[in-house]
């Protein structure tokens, strides 16, 4: 059966809360991804993606390219073991709404998965 760990990326784009959003948005688009984890010291504090650029350029007052990704991302995300299966990521991510999630191993960030991880490994298999 295959795991997450078959399929996940191993080294995820991170960045600090403080980045901005635009920083972040440059580094999401040269790394051809859809999501940053944002990282202090090693742990794992949120995730900023796409949906959330397009919600901090929205028309809110005080948002913007220049503001930290702290203020937009999701924090405390769910996140999936690197042993789960792909399925189970599956069910994790369309039950949640989510196209990534962080890949934890004993509270350590491993990797990231992806909905395109899971269909590529999907229709390979």
Excluded: Y
């Amino acid at each position: 059966m295959t795991t997450v760990r078959d399929v996940m990326s191993g080294d995820p784009l991170a960045v600090e809360p403080t980045t901005t959003v635009l920083e972040a948005a440059r580094r999401m688009f040269a790394a051809r991804v859809g999501s940053a984890l944002v990282v202090r010291s090693g742990n794992l504090e949120g995730i900023f993606t796409e949906r959330d650029i397009m919600r901090s350029l929205a028309g809110v007052a005080d948002a913007g390219r220049g503001s930290q990704v702290a203020k937009w991302m999701t924090e405390s995300p769910t996140t999936i073991s690197p042993d789960a299966t792909v399925g189970e990521a599956l069910d994790v991510m369309l039950g949640g709404g989510f196209r990534h999630l962080p890949v934890l191993e004993e509270d350590r960030l491993v990797g990231v998965v992806s909905m395109r991880d899971l269909a590529g490994s999907i229709q390979k298999g």
